[in-house]
């Protein structure tokens, strides 16, 4: 089994910068992709962005294409959420999620089946 643990949240101002971290345990990280997903007030969870098992291949949504990065850090079992020049917009509980599948990726939310409790962001206008 995989446990997940995100941290990194807070308040920040608009066009600030957070880093966010995911810690992984339980399974063999390096075989496994990695998702970020956010959730808004009342709105479904989104994905944000998504890593390959070697960090060699990744993928961002459109809402944050040239503002977000994501990386990896296969010997210390790490994923990380880079969020630069942030809006208001932002604003979500920020969740880290582990592919069901070794050597697989996808950005869909259901094809992910370890998830970290969550870490909120909120960016003040």
């Known amino acids: 089994q995989g446990q997940l643990v995100e941290s990194g949240g807070g308040l920040v101002q608009a066009g600030g910068s957070l880093r966010l971290s995911c810690a992984a345990s339980?399974?063999?990280?390096?075989?496994?992709?990695m998702g970020w997903f956010r959730q808004a007030p009342g709105k479904a969870r989104e994905f944000v962005g998504c890593i390959d098992w070697s960090g060699g291949y990744t993928s961002v949504a459109d809402s944050v294409k040239g503002r977000f990065t994501i990386s990896r850090d296969n010997a210390e079992n790490m994923v990380y959420l880079q969020m630069n020049t942030l809006k208001p917009e932002d604003t979500a509980v920020y969740y880290c999620a582990m592919y069901q599948s070794p050597f697989a990726i996808s950005t869909a939310v259901n094809e992910y089946d370890y998830w970290g409790q969550g870490t909120q962001v909120t960016v003040s206008s």
């Open positions: 339980g399974r063999t990280f390096s075989n496994y992709a």
